[in-house]
Structures are given as structure tokens and as C-alpha cells.
């Protein structure tokens, strides 16, 4: 499979607890994307990595996540002291252009309930 | 800021049927792109086609067409003789230079389309 996967696919935590997601994006892929998707809404940024540099975080992302992509391989995107409104599909993507208009290649996300 | 509406919340219709699924786009920038990407029930977004502010060409791939309309901020998908294999939830999406941020997409709220048999 050369696509992109995300593991886990399914998590399930208790409020205050830490949860770490990981994506291994299409090999060679320069650029990595985390979205996060609630119910009945369409996909919303997070943040994004060319390589291993992470050049832009939404206001979306609270002090509480924190996202890393070593040597611009994998990525981890790590929730602190989750709260119920954490509760959403988390999707990662990459690309291999340099520009607008890209087209982006997703994973099938990591759906993340908290109790 | 930039911004894309998909009215339609859900669809449903029976197979065979010819089904239009509507995009309104905002944005302030001459040059952007838009998409529409296929959500699955398994959860992957499946890239369909993307479109250029200069190409004003309508396209047609099978069964699927898209109208792009930069008179009304319009970039509609049409799916003839519609299939079960069709349900899905279909996103609309922008990225433009605004803000200076041309890597990041813009998604609507997308449109549950359910084919019945």
C-alpha cells in the first residue's frame, strides 16, 4: 500500500489523558498536512510541514497539540490534557508540489472520542 | 478571507437518476484553484478535480461533470446515471493566495449524497 496511513484509526480516551497520532505520508512526499473534521463539517487546517520544518499552525491548535515530523518522514501530531472538544476525525495529507492548486492525497484519519 | 458554501446538507435519490451537487466559492484573489474530493464511508478523501480561475472549460470524466462559473462563484458537480457506489459525502474546496497561506484548503461543509436502489 503506498498511500497514506494513519495509526490508529480509532482512539479512545479519557479527558485529561495525552494521545499521540502518527501519519507516514506517500514516500517522497515534500509537504504534510494535519486537518481535523467534526461532524457534519468539512475539513478544517492545523498545520503544515515542508520536510521537517512545520511553517504554519492555525489558531485552531490550542497550546495542547504539538506536531513534529522528524527528517520529514512520518509525523506525530500529540493532544495534552485532551477535553471532550477534542472529540473529532483527525486527517493527515501529503503532496508533492511546491504551489497552489496541489492535489492533496489523504489517509483515512484517526477518529478520537474523549470520555 | 476566503469561504465555500455547499447549500445542499444531504441528497437522496434512486439510482440512475441524474444528481447536481452545488458550490458557491468566495474569495478575493484573481488566481486560485478548486476542488471537489470524494468522503467514503471508510473515511478517505479521494481527489476528483481540481480547476484553475483561468480555465473556465467545463470538464466531463465518465459519468461525472463540472461546471465552473466565475460570473456567479460557481463550481457545480454533476453525476449522471447515478449508481450506488455514488453515496458518499462530497466536499467542495478552495486554496487561493490569501493571507499569503496558497497551500492551505478551504472545504465547504459538503454534501451527503445517499443512491438508493
Known amino acids: 500500500d503506498t498511500g497514506v496511513s494513519q495509526d490508529p484509526r480509532h482512539k479512545i480516551t479519557k479527558r485529561g489523558q495525552n494521545v499521540t497520532f502518527r501519519c507516514d505520508p506517500i514516500?517522497?512526499?515534500?509537504?504534510l498536512y494535519w486537518y481535523r473534521q467534526t461532524l457534519g463539517q468539512g475539513p478544517e487546517f492545523l498545520t503544515y510541514?515542508?520536510?521537517?520544518?512545520?511553517?504554519?499552525k492555525s489558531r485552531l491548535l490550542s497550546d495542547r497539540f504539538s506536531a513534529e515530523r522528524p527528517k520529514g518522514s512520518f509525523s506525530t501530531l500529540e493532544i495534552q490534557r485532551t477535553e471532550q472538544g477534542d472529540s473529532a476525525m483527525y486527517l493527515c495529507?501529503?503532496?508533492?508540489?511546491?504551489?497552489?492548486?496541489?492535489?492533496?492525497?489523504f489517509g483515512s484519519g484517526t477518529q478520537l472520542s474523549v470520555l | 478571507a476566503q469561504k465555500v458554501t455547499q447549500a445542499q446538507t444531504e441528497i437522496s435519490v434512486v439510482e440512475k437518476e441524474d444528481v447536481t451537487l452545488d458550490c458557491v466559492y468566495e474569495?478575493?484573489?484573481?488566481?486560485?484553484?478548486l476542488f471537489w474530493y470524494k468522503q467514503p464511508p471508510s473515511g478517505e478523501l479521494v481527489f476528483l478535480i481540481r480547476?484553475?480561475?483561468?480555465?473556465?472549460q467545463n470538464e466531463i470524466s465518465g459519468r461525472y461533470s463540472w461546471n465552473f462559473q466565475k460570473s456567479t462563484s460557481s463550481f457545480n458537480f454533476t453525476i449522471t446515471a447515478s449508481q450506488v457506489v455514488d453515496s458518499a459525502v462530497y466536499f467542495c474546496?478552495?486554496?487561493?493566495?490569501?493571507?499569503?497561506?496558497?497551500?492551505?484548503?478551504?472545504f465547504g461543509k459538503g454534501t451527503l449524497l445517499t443512491v438508493n436502489p
Open positions: 495529507a501529503s503532496s508533492s508540489g511546491y504551489g497552489m492548486g496541489e492535489k492533496l492525497f
Open positions: 514516500s517522497e512526499h515534500n509537504r
Open positions: 510541514f515542508q520536510n521537517e520544518a512545520q511553517l504554519e
Open positions: 474569495t478575493r484573489d484573481t488566481t486560485y484553484y
Open positions: 480547476r484553475n480561475s483561468f480555465d473556465e
Open positions: 474546496a478552495l486554496s487561493s493566495n490569501s493571507g499569503g497561506s496558497n497551500y492551505k484548503l478551504t
